[in-house]
């Protein structure tokens, strides 16, 4: 009789997106998977969070992040390279996991944030932003752009997205 294997099942959480800012910092807290399903509600919060005249800082908590996908690493770098040319400085981030830093550098996000393997502060209020959804044509904008962002950022980037970028281009 063969030896019984035990089954064991990994829960993935559903992606969400926490925010907190005061007299202008701000933090953004991704936590669960996070899939392109939020990129509305991502990039809307953003480009609302930089048209903020008192905005001075942003920094990205991702220990809770389980899993982020291309179009969310998309967003972020887009963040990142629109604070840099608008405000002069590289964001935070910040990553517990392991595999998750591992995907950051291989982005190349080493270039675009300040990235920290450590926690933030977590004990920062943090407020849910209501899922905002898109249309199939907005989301299919936003995750060209996305992509777009991440092949910007270096070569290895670009043979990885091409094939994917002409795909949704055609579509």
Same mark, same amino acid.
């Given at each position: ?8 099942v990994v829960t ?20 669960g998977?996070?899939r ?5 509600t ?8 930089l048209?903020?005249p ?8 991702l220990?809770?992040? +389980?899993g982020? &996908?291309s ?9 990142? $390279?629109?604070?840099?040319? !608008?405000?002069? *400085? ?13 995907l950051?550098k291989?982005?190349?996000?080493q270039r ?5 393997e450590?926690?933030c502060?977590?004990e ?13 044509? +907005?989301?299919r &904008? ?9 092949m910007? $950022?270096?070569e290895?980037? !670009?043979?990885? *997205? ?10």
């Open positions: 009789m063969p030896p019984c294997l035990s089954a064991s993935v959480n559903e992606g969400k997106i926490l925010a907190a800012g005061k007299d202008g910092a701000y933090v953004l807290r991704l936590e998977d996070v392109l399903t939020l990129c509305t991502i990039d809307e919060y953003l480009q609302a969070m048209e903020d008192a905005f001075v800082s942003v920094a990205i908590d220990c809770a992040a +389980e982020i &996908d179009t969310t690493l998309g967003l972020l770098a887009k963040l990142a $390279l629109q604070v840099r040319e !608008r405000f002069g *400085f590289a964001p935070a981030i910040y990553s517990c996991e392991p595999g998750i830093n591992r950051l291989s982005m190349g996000f675009i944030f300040e990235l920290h450590t926690a502060d977590g920062t209020p943090a407020n849910l932003i209501p899922m905002k959804p898109g249309s199939e044509g +907005e989301v &904008d936003k995750v060209i752009e996305a992509h777009r962002v991440l910007s $950022l270096s290895e980037n !670009r043979s990885k *997205f091409k094939d994917l970028l002409a795909a949704l281009e055609c579509g």
